[in-house]
């Protein structure tokens, strides 16, 4: 059943990956080999970026996902596909629930990263403005402002859809905008300011039921308060200190000063459009406390950040949201790379032993002594600017995968040099069969349980690796969300508590489902635990 479904997703993907590229489409997780084609040269045949460029690559892993999907139905359509020992592995693995429903979180939370721009993102999944529709978060060329009728300077620039929708919701003329669940990017789409609801009670302000001492301000629009109307000082709940205002267009006109919640006489100044009366009876919020970036978790505020903003300005439920993607990004690149060299050369070892054998083994302690994060570190530092920037994950995950591979090469040749001597060994040979097949026909199925074993494991590592390099500023570019940035940008605002207490719950938490998954996997199959009578 899980083989078959496997088959299921990776067919229909293959083929709406292959259709969205022909019709210019930009869909969630299946434009991978596409966008790497796009931005690589040697991707691609032809000038990298153009509409001329022919992305051989994006076909290439298009037609690979898609043969490997039809493979996997063909062999696992029947039921009783599978042979009955591992039938009886994964029912163990269903028993240890801790295990299992470790494992079906952590496929949800794959499913929610694989929606991408469909779930979290800042443009719309779809406008509709007069008759026409458009679906921006779905194509690849960006949508200009005066398609939505935006006049002026913003005209040929990609507009604000969060404003657009405000603006149709106000004009109340038909026109429409869907945003996706969480309308706030990742990256590169900064909040200038939030703001936080204030009380007066008995002439007082006060915040949480406690007399307010601080910065206070009435603002013209609550989804835009750094564009403030009147800034005020209070202390113990009243205004006490300088006030200054400013006109829409955020050019400072009126100042004065309070004592003890009355105004200083002859304090007053005024240098704006008309009186000072209508400036002061205009039609403005309440007041509200305006923060700034690394704004604090707010959930009475219209717009909402449960989780606040960094110190960059990007909602910090999103920036998690594109750490997790991320990392099952980084996992379904690294994992199958490093297994597939370190198993064949692991197998290798022990299959053929001699000279190889001690050259590989000597090649790998030599590596082995070295510490591994310190030497990544060197070579990631040694990576030119550029690369990173335009490679940015690969990079890393390459340089990852130079120095990963090691961990699993002993154990498969301890494997494979107890399975040489075995008798259906010989007979494969006496029959014929070449050495591959022999590999990974014979020797490979029966040495299964350490690979599926090991893969939670180096799941784990692989995120921790990921996450140590960002938070030493060797990792990722900026256009990445990582969780290790994250934990950075927290421990250098001690004062935002929020930021290093949403990295380390996001990291703990997945981790903590990887280790149990691995755990319960390692039960499953481990064979000696099932070799004995009780």
């Known amino acids: ?20 590229e022909v019709l210019g489409l930009n869909l969630p997780t299946l434009k991978w080999g596409f966008e790497m084609s796009r931005n690589a040269d040697w991707l691609s045949i032809g000038a990298a970026g153009s509409e001329d460029a022919f992305p051989w690559f994006g076909w290439l892993t298009t037609l690979v996902a898609f043969l490997l999907g039809v493979y996997l139905l063909v062999r696992f359509w029947k039921r009783g596909s599978m042979s009955p020992i591992t039938e009886r592995k994964i029912e163990r693995f269903k028993a240890i629930k801790r295990g299992y429903w470790s494992f079906l979180v952590l496929l949800f939370l794959g499913v929610l990263a694989s929606l991408d721009q469909a779930l979290v993102g800042s443009e719309a999944l779809a406008v509709k403005h007069g008759e026409a529709w458009t679906f921006p978060a779905f194509t690849r060329e960006v949508e200009k402002g005066f398609l939505f009728g935006i006049a002026g ?12 929708r405000r603006e149709f919701r106000d004009a109340d003329a038909g026109d429409r905008v869907i945003m996706p669940l969480w309308p706030y990017s990742p990256t590169n789409d900064n909040i200038p300011a939030v703001a936080a609801p204030l009380t007066v009670k008995d002439g007082r302000l006060l915040d949480g039921g406690k007399p307010y001492s601080g910065l206070a301000a009435t603002v013209y629009d609550l989804t835009q308060p750094e564009k403030m ?31 003890a919640g009355e105004i200083v006489p002859g304090s007053v100044t005024w240098n704006g459009a008309g009186s000072v009366a209508a400036y002061l009876n205009q039609d403005v919020s309440e007041l509200v406390r305006v923060n700034f970036p690394p704004a604090p978790p707010i959930l009475a505020s219209t717009p909402r ?17 594109g750490g997790l993607k991320v990392n099952f990004h980084a996992a379904l690149i ?35 002594n070295i510490p591994f994060l310190f030497l990544v570190i ?9 690369w990173k920037d335009r490679f940015g994950l690969y990079v890393i995950l390459g340089i990852l995968a130079i120095f990963g591979w090691m961990g699993m090469t002993y154990l498969m040749r301890t494997s494979a040099l ?13 029959l014929g ?55 950075k940008d927290g421990l250098d605002n001690l004062s935002s508590p929020w930021l290093v207490t949403s990295a380390f719950c996001a990291l703990t938490g997945l981790l903590i489902l990887v280790t149990f998954v691995g755990e319960a996997v390692r039960e499953a199959f481990d064979p000696k635990k099932y070799t004995y009578y009780r």
């Open 229 to 259: 109307h009147i800034r005020y000082r209070y202390r113990q709940g009243l205004k006490d200190g300088a006030a200054n205002g400013w006109d829409r267009e955020q050019n400072r006109v009126y100042g004065a000063k309070y004592k």
């Open 433 to 487: 069969a070449t050495t591959p097949r022999i590999l990974f026909k014979h020797l490979l199925p029966n040495s299964v349980a350490i690979v599926v074993t090991l893969i939670p494991f180096s799941v784990s590592g692989l995120i921790f690796s990921l996450t140590a390099l960002d938070y030493l500023g060797f990792g990722l570019p900026p256009k990445y969300a990582t969780w290790g940035k994250l934990m």
């Open 378 to 386: 060197i070579v990631s530092d040694a990576v030119p600017a550029v």
């Open 418 to 430: 107890k399975e040489k001597a075995r008798d259906y060994i010989a007979a494969t040979r006496v």
């Open 305 to 321: 950040h449960p989780l606040g903003t960094n110190s960059q300005g990007y909602d910090v439920i999103s920036y998690l949201y």
């Open 1 to 20: 059943m899980i083989f078959k479904a496997a088959g299921m997703i990776l067919t229909i993907g293959a083929l709406a990956a292959g259709a969205g």
């Open 153 to 164: 300077e913003d005209a040929d620039a990609p507009p604000d859809y969060r404003a657009l």
């Open 334 to 368: 690294y994992i199958p790379i490093v297994y597939a060299v370190g198993v064949s050369i692991g197998l290798l070892m022990g299959f053929f032993g001699g000279t190889f054998d001690l050259v590989v083994q000597r090649l790998i302690e030599i590596l082995s």
